[in-house]
């Protein structure tokens, strides 16, 4: 993987996994204010990225999480518990979209929402288990479509003369407003979902070109031009439509489309459902490359390590990664997922931010073609994942 198709899959697993589903929610946690989630999730994010990068071009493998806990602690049974801490975290995702996805393709079938779920989630299953190559470029094409997608809410905000420049000052909050800021905690914790995806580059570090460099540069532009986008996106949909008319549609962003252009809610549902099913695929990608790299290590069964001779691909860790999903997707809410996905993203965050900085005082110095990060980074790293974890307790 290039790093152009290292920041696609990127944009493919984040984008697609956040912004088309939770915009709603965000905006009916924090109404107007709801842009400053997104701008302080990607703060809090920004240290574990770093801190992601360090142990990335370290140990250039799946089940990368894995292994850097059994580099620092040296002890088994906590490096599967990460594993399989990362591959349930993956699993609420991919589910979480998956139920957000129904509500645009809603908009086209009259089915039953569980059935739509269930057809989405075996084909993109199915789409998954091609060859990494072949469902990456896929991810790719689709990653396209759906930051064209987001690229025409932008545009038509600003052309549309909704007033999205004078009215940035209702956004803004004072520094004084302390109850104010506790209670944007909660949706900073949804916003966090919205990021979520970069992160799981690392666990396809292996199949890039040069990760010592392809890897950092490839989480910090993912998470950069994604933080970008996303404010700006926020920004258009809280002035175009009433927040608490955006939280109760199932398709908001498509509302919000309809409402600056007058063209038909199913036109930008299209493209959402391009980026929801393209978030179920990558997520299953990464999911199949995590039970693989633990069976690797010999935490899991060997049986996962089968590749099938045509695709090259785990079919078997790929076909339990779309059961789970289905499972999750069909028995848990939209905002309940979010809100799970949020919480073991910031828990995981932690862990990794704890064994960078335990890797770092064991050795005197680092290794050669290794991106290294001061240590005041993994600290900040861990004081603003509990912390808001904390603060999000209080405001609940």
């Not at 690229?151 to 004084?176: C, D, N």
């Amino acid at each position: 993987m290039t790093l152009l198709l290292a920041v696609l899959y990127g944009f493919g697993v984040t984008i697609g996994a956040g912004i088309y589903v939770l915009v709603g929610l965000a905006a009916g946690r924090s109404g107007m204010h709801a842009p400053l989630a997104f701008v302080l999730a990607a703060v809090v994010m920004s240290f574990s990225a770093a801190s992601s990068a360090e142990p990335g071009t370290r140990m250039p493998v799946s089940a990368s999480e894995a292994a850097y806990i059994e580099k620092a602690f040296n002890w088994p049974w906590p490096s599967l518990t990460m594993g399989l801490l990362v591959v349930l975290t993956a699993t609420i995702s991919a589910a979480t979209i998956s139920v957000g996805s129904a509500g645009y393709i809603d908009v086209f079938v009259d089915l039953p929402p569980a059935a739509i779920i269930t057809l989405v989630v075996l084909a993109m299953g199915l789409v998954a288990c091609l060859s990494t190559r072949q469902s990456v470029t896929l991810a790719g094409i689709m990653t396209l479509i759906e930051i064209g997608g987001l690229g025409l809410i932008i545009a038509a905000g600003f052309w549309a003369g909704s007033g999205v420049v004078t009215r940035l000052p209702e956004i803004l909050l004072a520094p004084g407003e302390i109850s104010v800021w506790v209670g944007l905690s909660g949706t900073t914790l949804i916003a966090v979902f919205a990021f979520i995806g970069f992160e799981h580059l690392v666990n396809v570090a292996e199949e890039m070109k040069n990760p010592s460099r392809t890897l950092p540069w490839a989480l910090f532009l993912t998470l950069g031009l994604t933080a970008l986008v996303y404010t700006l996106v926020v920004c258009v949909a809280v002035v175009a439509v009433p927040p608490d008319e955006l939280a109760q549609s199932s398709a908001p962003l498509a509302l919000v489309f309809e409402r600056l252009t007058g063209m038909p809610l199913k036109t930008m549902s299209v493209i959402a459902i391009v980026a929801t099913l393209n978030g179920i695929i990558v997520h299953a990608i990464m999911i199949s490359r995590v039970l693989y790299g633990l069976a690797v290590q010999g935490n899991l069964p060997k049986v996962l390590t089968h590749l099938n001779s045509r695709t090259g691909t785990p079919l078997l860790a790929r076909a339990i990664g779309v059961g789970a999903i289905l499972t999750l997707a069909l028995a848990v809410p939209l905002a309940g997922l979010a809100d799970l996905t949020a919480r073991f993203t910031l828990v995981l965050f932690a862990i990794i931010n704890i064994t960078l900085i335990r890797i770092k005082f064991q050795e005197s110095s680092p290794p050669a073609q290794v991106f290294v990060c001061p240590v005041w980074v993994p600290v900040a790293g861990v004081v603003s994942s509990i912390g808001l974890l904390l603060l999000e307790g209080v405001a609940r």
